[in-house]
Protein backbone atom coordinates (compact mmCIF):
# COMPACT_ATOMS: atom_id res chain seq x y z
CA UNK A 1 0.00 0.00 0.00
CA UNK A 2 1.19 3.72 -0.73
CA UNK A 3 2.38 5.32 2.25
CA UNK A 4 1.15 9.21 2.93
CA UNK A 5 3.43 11.21 0.81
CA UNK A 6 6.04 13.70 2.37
CA UNK A 7 6.39 16.64 -0.07
CA UNK A 8 2.91 16.48 -1.19
CA UNK A 9 1.72 17.40 2.09
CA UNK A 10 4.37 20.26 2.72
CA UNK A 11 3.45 21.84 -0.93
CA UNK A 12 0.03 21.82 0.22
CA UNK A 13 0.79 23.16 3.93
CA UNK A 14 2.63 26.31 1.86
CA UNK A 15 -0.87 26.92 0.31
CA UNK A 16 -2.00 26.89 3.46
CA UNK A 17 0.03 29.64 4.86
CA UNK A 18 -0.21 31.88 2.19
CA UNK A 19 -4.24 31.55 1.94
CA UNK A 20 -5.97 34.90 3.07
CA UNK A 21 -3.36 37.54 3.43
CA UNK A 22 -6.36 39.88 5.50
CA UNK A 23 -4.94 41.59 8.67
CA UNK A 24 -5.22 39.10 10.87
CA UNK A 25 -7.25 39.60 14.06
CA UNK A 26 -4.28 38.19 16.25
CA UNK A 27 -6.18 36.20 19.27
CA UNK A 28 -9.49 36.27 19.83
CA UNK A 29 -12.91 33.84 20.56
CA UNK A 30 -15.88 33.26 19.35
CA UNK A 31 -17.93 32.34 21.76
CA UNK A 32 -22.19 31.37 22.47
CA UNK A 33 -22.02 28.81 19.83
CA UNK A 34 -23.04 24.65 19.26
CA UNK A 35 -19.57 23.26 18.32
CA UNK A 36 -20.06 20.24 15.45
CA UNK A 37 -16.50 19.38 15.36
CA UNK A 38 -16.28 16.86 12.35
CA UNK A 39 -15.07 14.36 14.29
CA UNK A 40 -17.90 12.94 15.35
CA UNK A 41 -17.86 15.06 18.72
CA UNK A 42 -20.28 18.44 19.99
CA UNK A 43 -20.21 20.91 22.38
CA UNK A 44 -24.20 22.31 22.68
CA UNK A 45 -22.90 25.75 24.16
CA UNK A 46 -19.62 26.57 23.57
CA UNK A 47 -16.60 28.32 22.29
CA UNK A 48 -13.52 28.37 20.27
CA UNK A 49 -10.18 30.80 20.76
CA UNK A 50 -8.64 31.18 17.53
CA UNK A 51 -4.43 32.45 17.40
CA UNK A 52 -2.67 33.92 14.79
CA UNK A 53 -4.97 31.63 11.94
CA UNK A 54 -5.21 28.37 14.38
CA UNK A 55 -7.64 27.02 16.56
CA UNK A 56 -5.57 27.38 20.37
CA UNK A 57 -8.43 25.79 22.50
CA UNK A 58 -12.18 24.98 22.77
CA UNK A 59 -14.74 24.10 25.33
CA UNK A 60 -17.65 23.98 26.78
CA UNK A 61 -19.94 26.90 28.67
CA UNK A 62 -17.58 30.26 28.64
CA UNK A 63 -13.84 30.75 27.99
CA UNK A 64 -11.96 30.88 31.64
CA UNK A 65 -9.51 33.83 30.19
CA UNK A 66 -11.90 35.51 27.89
CA UNK A 67 -9.79 37.81 25.22
CA UNK A 68 -10.10 41.22 24.39
CA UNK A 69 -11.71 40.46 20.89
CA UNK A 70 -14.77 38.36 21.32
CA UNK A 71 -17.70 37.44 18.53
CA UNK A 72 -20.72 36.89 19.61
CA UNK A 73 -21.76 33.39 17.72
CA UNK A 74 -25.74 33.78 18.94
CA UNK A 75 -26.26 30.65 19.35
CA UNK A 76 -25.49 29.15 15.37
CA UNK A 77 -23.74 26.00 15.03
CA UNK A 78 -20.06 26.27 14.46
CA UNK A 79 -18.44 23.41 12.46
CA UNK A 80 -15.30 23.12 9.81
CA UNK A 81 -15.27 24.86 6.39
CA UNK A 82 -16.86 22.73 3.97
CA UNK A 83 -14.50 20.68 1.53
CA UNK A 84 -15.19 19.29 -2.11
CA UNK A 85 -12.59 17.01 -3.07
CA UNK A 86 -14.35 17.15 -6.69
CA UNK A 87 -15.40 21.19 -8.04
CA UNK A 88 -14.36 21.37 -12.09
CA UNK A 89 -13.60 25.11 -12.21
CA UNK A 90 -13.28 25.21 -16.50
CA UNK A 91 -13.54 21.46 -17.65
CA UNK A 92 -17.13 21.27 -18.49
CA UNK A 93 -17.60 24.81 -19.92
CA UNK A 94 -16.99 23.46 -23.33
CA UNK A 95 -13.47 26.85 -23.95
CA UNK A 96 -12.52 26.16 -27.45
CA UNK A 97 -9.60 29.06 -27.56
CA UNK A 98 -7.35 31.30 -25.04
CA UNK A 99 -9.38 34.65 -25.67
CA UNK A 100 -12.83 32.47 -24.14
CA UNK A 101 -10.98 31.37 -21.39
CA UNK A 102 -9.29 34.08 -20.04
CA UNK A 103 -13.12 36.00 -20.59
CA UNK A 104 -14.41 33.61 -18.11
CA UNK A 105 -11.48 34.08 -15.73
CA UNK A 106 -11.98 37.67 -15.62
CA UNK A 107 -16.27 38.10 -16.15
CA UNK A 108 -17.56 34.91 -14.23
CA UNK A 109 -15.02 32.93 -11.97
CA UNK A 110 -14.53 35.70 -9.33
CA UNK A 111 -18.17 35.63 -8.89
CA UNK A 112 -18.04 31.68 -8.80
CA UNK A 113 -15.05 31.84 -5.99
CA UNK A 114 -16.84 34.17 -4.17
CA UNK A 115 -20.31 32.16 -3.64
CA UNK A 116 -18.82 29.04 -3.45
CA UNK A 117 -16.82 30.74 -0.14
CA UNK A 118 -20.02 32.75 0.98
CA UNK A 119 -22.15 28.89 0.98
CA UNK A 120 -19.14 27.63 3.45
CA UNK A 121 -16.20 26.13 1.39
CA UNK A 122 -13.24 27.15 2.39
CA UNK A 123 -11.40 24.70 0.78
CA UNK A 124 -12.07 22.88 -3.15
CA UNK A 125 -10.30 20.63 -5.39
CA UNK A 126 -10.00 20.58 -8.81
CA UNK A 127 -9.07 17.36 -10.46
CA UNK A 128 -8.86 18.11 -13.84
CA UNK A 129 -9.02 21.93 -15.29
CA UNK A 130 -7.21 23.50 -17.93
CA UNK A 131 -3.23 23.78 -17.83
CA UNK A 132 -1.75 25.99 -16.80
CA UNK A 133 -4.60 28.47 -15.96
CA UNK A 134 -5.67 26.33 -13.03
CA UNK A 135 -2.19 26.52 -10.83
CA UNK A 136 -2.79 30.32 -11.86
CA UNK A 137 -6.17 31.15 -10.04
CA UNK A 138 -5.13 28.56 -7.71
CA UNK A 139 -1.70 31.28 -7.19
CA UNK A 140 -3.78 34.23 -7.05
CA UNK A 141 -6.15 32.58 -4.64
CA UNK A 142 -3.46 31.90 -2.67
CA UNK A 143 -2.10 35.46 -2.46
CA UNK A 144 -5.24 37.16 -1.90
CA UNK A 145 -5.61 38.25 -5.59
CA UNK A 146 -8.68 36.19 -5.58
CA UNK A 147 -11.33 35.96 -2.82
CA UNK A 148 -12.85 32.37 -2.78
CA UNK A 149 -11.53 29.00 -1.44
CA UNK A 150 -7.97 28.07 -1.25
CA UNK A 151 -7.57 25.80 -4.82
CA UNK A 152 -6.05 22.22 -4.88
CA UNK A 153 -5.48 21.11 -8.03
CA UNK A 154 -3.88 17.92 -10.48
CA UNK A 155 -3.88 20.41 -14.12
CA UNK A 156 -4.43 17.53 -16.79
CA UNK A 157 -6.09 13.99 -16.46
CA UNK A 158 -3.72 11.20 -17.36
CA UNK A 159 -5.38 8.45 -19.84
CA UNK A 160 -5.21 6.10 -22.67
CA UNK A 161 -5.38 7.52 -26.12
CA UNK A 162 -8.96 8.30 -26.99
CA UNK A 163 -9.89 7.60 -23.39
CA UNK A 164 -11.97 9.85 -21.16
CA UNK A 165 -11.76 13.27 -20.97
CA UNK A 166 -10.50 13.43 -24.70
CA UNK A 167 -14.33 12.19 -26.28
CA UNK A 168 -16.24 12.99 -23.59
CA UNK A 169 -15.27 16.92 -22.02
CA UNK A 170 -13.09 17.56 -25.29
CA UNK A 171 -15.19 16.14 -27.76
CA UNK A 172 -14.65 17.98 -30.87
CA UNK A 173 -12.67 20.31 -29.35
CA UNK A 174 -8.80 19.80 -29.81
CA UNK A 175 -8.19 22.97 -27.51
CA UNK A 176 -9.94 21.03 -24.49
CA UNK A 177 -7.77 17.80 -25.73
CA UNK A 178 -4.48 20.09 -25.14
CA UNK A 179 -5.25 21.81 -22.12
CA UNK A 180 -7.24 18.75 -20.27
CA UNK A 181 -6.25 15.56 -21.60
CA UNK A 182 -2.84 13.94 -21.46
CA UNK A 183 -2.66 10.64 -23.68
CA UNK A 184 -0.54 7.98 -21.94
CA UNK A 185 -0.10 5.21 -24.44
CA UNK A 186 3.25 3.20 -22.70
CA UNK A 187 5.16 3.38 -19.41
CA UNK A 188 7.86 5.89 -20.79
CA UNK A 189 5.01 8.42 -21.29
CA UNK A 190 3.56 7.59 -18.35
CA UNK A 191 6.61 8.44 -16.43
CA UNK A 192 7.29 11.29 -18.15
CA UNK A 193 3.41 13.21 -18.02
CA UNK A 194 3.77 12.72 -14.13
CA UNK A 195 7.25 14.24 -14.09
CA UNK A 196 5.57 17.12 -16.26
CA UNK A 197 3.01 17.69 -14.05
CA UNK A 198 4.78 17.80 -10.97
CA UNK A 199 7.54 20.30 -12.57
CA UNK A 200 4.21 22.66 -13.55
CA UNK A 201 3.36 22.58 -9.81
CA UNK A 202 0.38 19.90 -9.69
CA UNK A 203 -0.82 19.08 -5.84
CA UNK A 204 -1.91 15.97 -7.38
CA UNK A 205 -1.77 13.14 -10.29
CA UNK A 206 -4.95 12.05 -11.85
CA UNK A 207 -5.51 8.60 -13.50
CA UNK A 208 -8.22 7.67 -15.77
CA UNK A 209 -9.02 3.78 -15.67
CA UNK A 210 -12.58 4.22 -16.87
CA UNK A 211 -14.99 1.55 -18.76
CA UNK A 212 -18.03 3.36 -18.36
CA UNK A 213 -17.71 5.21 -21.79
CA UNK A 214 -15.57 3.22 -23.90
CA UNK A 215 -15.52 -0.55 -22.16
CA UNK A 216 -12.55 -1.17 -25.06
CA UNK A 217 -10.35 1.69 -24.47
CA UNK A 218 -8.76 1.21 -21.00
CA UNK A 219 -5.64 2.06 -20.08
CA UNK A 220 -2.70 -0.64 -20.24
CA UNK A 221 -1.86 -2.41 -16.74
CA UNK A 222 1.36 -1.73 -17.42
CA UNK A 223 1.02 1.85 -17.69
CA UNK A 224 -1.02 2.19 -14.76
CA UNK A 225 1.79 0.72 -12.60
CA UNK A 226 4.02 3.14 -14.14
CA UNK A 227 2.11 5.80 -13.08
CA UNK A 228 1.28 4.53 -9.57
CA UNK A 229 5.57 3.66 -9.42
CA UNK A 230 6.58 7.67 -10.97
CA UNK A 231 3.59 9.48 -8.34
CA UNK A 232 5.12 7.41 -5.42
CA UNK A 233 8.78 8.19 -6.87
CA UNK A 234 7.61 12.31 -6.82
CA UNK A 235 6.73 12.10 -3.37
CA UNK A 236 3.06 13.35 -5.24
CA UNK A 237 -0.66 12.02 -4.00
CA UNK A 238 -2.71 9.93 -6.74
CA UNK A 239 -5.73 9.94 -7.08
CA UNK A 240 -8.02 7.50 -10.12
CA UNK A 241 -10.93 7.52 -11.70
CA UNK A 242 -13.15 4.68 -11.79
CA UNK A 243 -16.78 3.72 -12.54
CA UNK A 244 -16.69 -0.09 -12.09
CA UNK A 245 -16.41 -1.99 -9.09
CA UNK A 246 -13.80 -4.56 -10.39
CA UNK A 247 -11.68 -1.67 -12.00
CA UNK A 248 -11.94 -0.20 -7.95
CA UNK A 249 -10.87 -3.99 -6.53
CA UNK A 250 -7.91 -3.98 -9.02
CA UNK A 251 -6.87 -0.42 -8.28
CA UNK A 252 -6.50 -0.53 -4.64
CA UNK A 253 -4.83 -3.87 -4.63
CA UNK A 254 -2.28 -2.35 -6.99
CA UNK A 255 -2.11 0.08 -4.14
CA UNK A 256 -4.13 3.36 -5.11
CA UNK A 257 -5.22 4.89 -2.18
CA UNK A 258 -7.63 7.88 -3.31
CA UNK A 259 -10.59 6.65 -5.61
CA UNK A 260 -12.44 9.16 -7.55
CA UNK A 261 -16.07 8.17 -7.73
CA UNK A 262 -17.95 5.27 -6.50
CA UNK A 263 -18.57 2.41 -8.42
CA UNK A 264 -21.94 3.12 -10.70
CA UNK A 265 -21.49 -0.37 -12.47
CA UNK A 266 -21.04 -3.73 -10.83
CA UNK A 267 -21.30 -4.42 -7.07
CA UNK A 268 -17.87 -4.11 -4.52
CA UNK A 269 -20.34 -6.66 -2.53
CA UNK A 270 -18.74 -9.20 -4.67
CA UNK A 271 -15.17 -7.55 -3.72
CA UNK A 272 -15.04 -7.93 -0.17
CA UNK A 273 -12.24 -9.73 0.21
CA UNK A 274 -10.17 -7.01 -1.38
CA UNK A 275 -11.48 -4.75 0.82
CA UNK A 276 -10.76 -6.19 4.31
CA UNK A 277 -8.14 -4.27 5.66
CA UNK A 278 -8.25 -1.23 3.74
CA UNK A 279 -10.06 0.92 6.08
CA UNK A 280 -7.04 2.49 7.48
CA UNK A 281 -5.50 3.68 4.18
CA UNK A 282 -8.52 3.92 1.28
CA UNK A 283 -10.61 7.04 1.18
CA UNK A 284 -13.25 7.32 -1.80
CA UNK A 285 -15.13 10.32 -3.36
CA UNK A 286 -18.52 10.32 -3.16
CA UNK A 287 -19.58 12.06 -6.28
CA UNK A 288 -23.34 10.94 -6.68
CA UNK A 289 -24.69 13.90 -7.82
CA UNK A 290 -24.47 13.08 -11.60
CA UNK A 291 -27.25 10.45 -10.71
CA UNK A 292 -29.25 12.79 -8.31
CA UNK A 293 -33.01 13.05 -9.64
CA UNK A 294 -32.39 17.02 -10.09
CA UNK A 295 -29.56 16.12 -13.06
CA UNK A 296 -31.40 12.83 -14.29
CA UNK A 297 -34.91 14.75 -14.92
CA UNK A 298 -32.77 16.86 -17.64
CA UNK A 299 -30.18 14.73 -18.91
CA UNK A 300 -30.49 11.64 -21.02
CA UNK A 301 -30.14 8.15 -19.94
CA UNK A 302 -33.20 5.52 -19.31
CA UNK A 303 -30.24 3.89 -16.70
CA UNK A 304 -29.51 6.83 -14.64
CA UNK A 305 -31.78 5.09 -11.85
CA UNK A 306 -30.44 2.05 -12.22
CA UNK A 307 -26.83 3.31 -11.83
CA UNK A 308 -27.74 5.33 -8.87
CA UNK A 309 -28.83 2.52 -6.91
CA UNK A 310 -25.90 0.77 -7.69
CA UNK A 311 -23.84 3.49 -6.48
CA UNK A 312 -26.14 3.81 -3.17
CA UNK A 313 -25.30 0.11 -2.66
CA UNK A 314 -21.90 0.29 -3.51
CA UNK A 315 -21.83 3.11 -0.76
CA UNK A 316 -23.05 1.22 1.92
CA UNK A 317 -20.39 -2.00 1.09
CA UNK A 318 -17.89 0.71 1.48
CA UNK A 319 -19.87 1.94 4.82
CA UNK A 320 -20.02 -1.78 6.37
CA UNK A 321 -16.07 -2.10 5.30
CA UNK A 322 -15.61 1.42 7.38
CA UNK A 323 -13.96 2.75 4.26
CA UNK A 324 -14.37 6.53 4.83
CA UNK A 325 -16.23 8.74 1.78
CA UNK A 326 -14.76 12.31 1.08
CA UNK A 327 -17.94 14.40 -0.23
CA UNK A 328 -17.20 16.03 -3.71
CA UNK A 329 -19.96 16.82 -6.25
CA UNK A 330 -18.08 16.51 -9.02
CA UNK A 331 -20.91 19.88 -9.99
CA UNK A 332 -22.53 18.39 -12.92
CA UNK A 333 -25.40 20.58 -15.16
CA UNK A 334 -27.48 21.97 -13.88
CA UNK A 335 -26.12 21.99 -10.60
CA UNK A 336 -22.75 23.53 -12.00
CA UNK A 337 -22.50 26.70 -9.98
CA UNK A 338 -22.52 26.37 -6.12
CA UNK A 339 -25.26 23.90 -5.56
CA UNK A 340 -24.08 21.19 -3.19
CA UNK A 341 -27.27 19.63 -1.56
CA UNK A 342 -28.48 17.52 -4.18
CA UNK A 343 -24.78 15.74 -3.25
CA UNK A 344 -25.54 16.11 0.59
CA UNK A 345 -29.48 14.63 0.32
CA UNK A 346 -27.89 11.51 -1.70
CA UNK A 347 -25.06 10.86 0.86
CA UNK A 348 -27.92 10.90 3.73
CA UNK A 349 -29.65 8.00 2.11
CA UNK A 350 -26.83 6.03 3.69
CA UNK A 351 -25.04 7.70 6.27
CA UNK A 352 -26.23 9.69 9.10
CA UNK A 353 -25.95 13.59 9.45
CA UNK A 354 -23.09 12.82 11.36
CA UNK A 355 -20.97 10.55 9.06
CA UNK A 356 -22.52 13.37 6.10
CA UNK A 357 -20.74 16.30 8.13
CA UNK A 358 -17.53 14.24 8.28
CA UNK A 359 -17.31 13.35 4.49
CA UNK A 360 -17.57 17.26 4.02
CA UNK A 361 -14.69 18.29 6.51
CA UNK A 362 -12.77 15.72 8.35
CA UNK A 363 -12.42 12.92 5.65
CA UNK A 364 -12.76 15.21 3.06
CA UNK A 365 -8.94 16.28 4.31
CA UNK A 366 -8.38 12.83 4.82
CA UNK A 367 -8.35 12.70 0.90
CA UNK A 368 -6.51 15.71 0.57
CA UNK A 369 -3.70 14.39 3.32
CA UNK A 370 -4.31 17.12 5.30
CA UNK A 371 -6.46 16.07 8.10
CA UNK A 372 -3.87 17.38 10.52
CA UNK A 373 -4.11 21.14 9.43
CA UNK A 374 -7.82 21.54 8.18
CA UNK A 375 -11.69 19.58 8.46
CA UNK A 376 -12.01 19.78 12.40
CA UNK A 377 -12.25 21.92 14.99
CA UNK A 378 -9.39 21.49 17.59
CA UNK A 379 -6.20 22.62 18.81
CA UNK A 380 -3.76 23.47 16.19
CA UNK A 381 -6.08 22.71 13.19
CA UNK A 382 -6.80 25.89 10.79
CA UNK A 383 -9.33 27.97 11.80
CA UNK A 384 -11.59 27.41 8.84
CA UNK A 385 -14.96 27.96 10.25
CA UNK A 386 -18.24 28.10 9.21
CA UNK A 387 -21.61 29.43 11.23
CA UNK A 388 -24.82 27.71 10.35
CA UNK A 389 -28.52 29.21 12.05
CA UNK A 390 -29.61 25.92 12.89
CA UNK A 391 -28.11 22.77 14.04
CA UNK A 392 -26.90 20.24 11.02
CA UNK A 393 -26.99 17.00 13.54
CA UNK A 394 -30.74 17.35 13.80
CA UNK A 395 -31.41 18.85 10.00
CA UNK A 396 -28.72 18.64 7.40
CA UNK A 397 -30.69 21.52 5.35
CA UNK A 398 -29.12 23.51 8.16
CA UNK A 399 -25.68 23.63 6.17
CA UNK A 400 -27.41 25.86 3.65
CA UNK A 401 -28.27 28.67 6.56
CA UNK A 402 -24.79 30.09 6.48
CA UNK A 403 -24.15 33.17 8.76
CA UNK A 404 -20.47 33.91 8.56
CA UNK A 405 -17.29 31.66 7.37
CA UNK A 406 -13.65 32.06 8.80
CA UNK A 407 -11.26 31.43 6.52
CA UNK A 408 -7.89 30.86 8.35
CA UNK A 409 -8.48 32.89 11.03
CA UNK A 410 -10.00 35.95 9.24
CA UNK A 411 -13.65 36.55 8.76
CA UNK A 412 -14.12 36.47 5.20
CA UNK A 413 -18.06 36.97 4.38
CA UNK A 414 -20.79 37.61 7.30
CA UNK A 415 -24.28 37.43 5.58
CA UNK A 416 -27.28 39.64 6.85
Known amino acids: MTSRPSRPAARFLVTLLLCCPQTSLGQWQ ?14 EHGWIEIDQGHIAALG ?22 FIDTHRHLFAYQGFRSDRSLQRYIRRKLPDLLTRLLTAGFTTIVSPGDHV ?9 LANGDLQGPRLIASGGMLSAPGD ?3 PTLCRGNRYCQG ?11 ARDAV ?54 AFLTQLGVARIVHTPIIGSLAEHTEQLRGLEATLVVQSTLSWLSPEVSARRRGADRADRLRQALLNLRT ?47 ARFLYLDSEIGALEPGMRADIVLLDGNPLEDL ?20
Open 30 to 43: LVNVRVVDGLGGHI
Open 60 to 81: NGEPPSPTPTQIDGDGATAMPG
Open 132 to 140: PEIFEIRDR
Open 164 to 166: HPA
Open 179 to 189: KLAVAIGNATH
Open 195 to 248: RNLVSARADMIKLVHDRELHPRIVIDDIVVQAVIDEARAQQVPLIAHTRTASDF
Open 318 to 364: LQTHRIPIAFGTDNPWPLADDAFMPEVRLLADVLDNNAVISAMTHTA
Open 397 to 416: QALEQVVRVIQAGHVVTTHP
